[in-house]
């Protein structure tokens, strides 16, 4: 128990009380994770704008539609994204006023429909992605080949441990 600054005693803990050695290591690998993400990914957002007047969920839901020519349904564009389907809406809205996208009737479903990128979409998304590249390979070149091999071979690891600890969500 802690005194608290009224003189009655609290139940207060501190945060390494609470958590074991292990508990420790997880969070701050988690925070350094998080923190490497925020960093490069603020950075190729500003970028983005700057050089091609696009916004980063616009490029990424270009990226999905790129490595499925045929198409992808909004849900399933909302579950790649990680984001609701009233976003990926948006997002399509825009992207098909500027005809880098169409909605098209899904093949396997004719109540349903896919969307797509056009020729002009096709084009303006594969100039983006090989200077994206770019970018990304000069943010980590200070970073050796090596260390970057082992990462992707640990956080791999790490992806495979979490996908066989997914269940259902606590309470």
Same mark, same amino acid.
């Given at each position: 128990? #802690? @005194? +608290?600054?009224?003189?009655?005693? $609290?139940?207060?803990?501190?945060?390494?009380?609470? *958590?074991t &050695?292990d508990?420790?290591?997880?969070?701050k690998?988690?925070?350094?994770?998080?923190?490497?993400?925020?960093?490069?990914?603020?950075?190729?957002?500003?970028?983005?704008?700057?050089?091609?007047?696009?916004?980063?969920?616009?490029?990424?839901?270009?990226?999905?539609?790129?490595r499925?020519?045929?198409?992808l349904?909004?849900?399933?564009? #909302? @579950? +790649?994204?990680?984001?609701?389907g $009233?976003?990926?809406?948006?997002?399509?809205?825009? *992207?098909? &006023?500027?005809?880098?996208?169409?909605?098209?009737?899904?093949?396997?479903?004719?109540?349903?429909?896919?969307?797509?990128?056009?020729?002009?979409?096709?084009?303006?998304?594969?100039?983006?992605?090989?200077v994206?590249?770019r970018?990304?390979?000069?943010?980590?070149?200070?970073?050796?080949?090596?260390?970057?091999?082992?990462?992707?071979?640990?956080?791999?690891?790490?992806?495979?441990?979490?996908?066989?600890?997914e269940?259902?969500?606590?309470?």
């Amino acid at each position: 128990m #802690s @005194k +608290r600054e009224d003189g009655e005693q $609290g139940v207060e803990l501190d945060l390494a009380s609470r *958590l074991t &050695r292990d508990h420790h290591q997880s969070l701050k690998l988690w925070l350094r994770m998080l923190s490497c993400t925020v960093r490069i990914e603020n950075e190729i957002r500003t970028r983005l704008r700057a050089q091609f007047g696009i916004t980063l969920p616009r490029f990424d839901l270009m990226a999905q539609l790129e490595r499925h020519p045929d198409g992808l349904r909004m849900g399933e564009l #909302s @579950k +790649r994204m990680m984001v609701t389907g $009233g976003n990926v809406t948006g997002i399509t809205d825009q *992207l098909e &006023r500027e005809q880098l996208v169409v909605r098209v009737p899904d093949p396997h479903d004719r109540r349903a429909w896919a969307v797509r990128l056009t020729p002009a979409g096709r084009s303006a998304f594969a100039a983006m992605a090989a200077v994206h590249e770019r970018w990304i390979d000069e943010m980590l070149a200070g970073f050796p080949a090596e260390d970057k091999a082992s990462l992707i071979a640990l956080l791999a690891s790490m992806k495979e441990t979490l996908r066989v600890e997914e269940g259902p969500a606590a309470p």
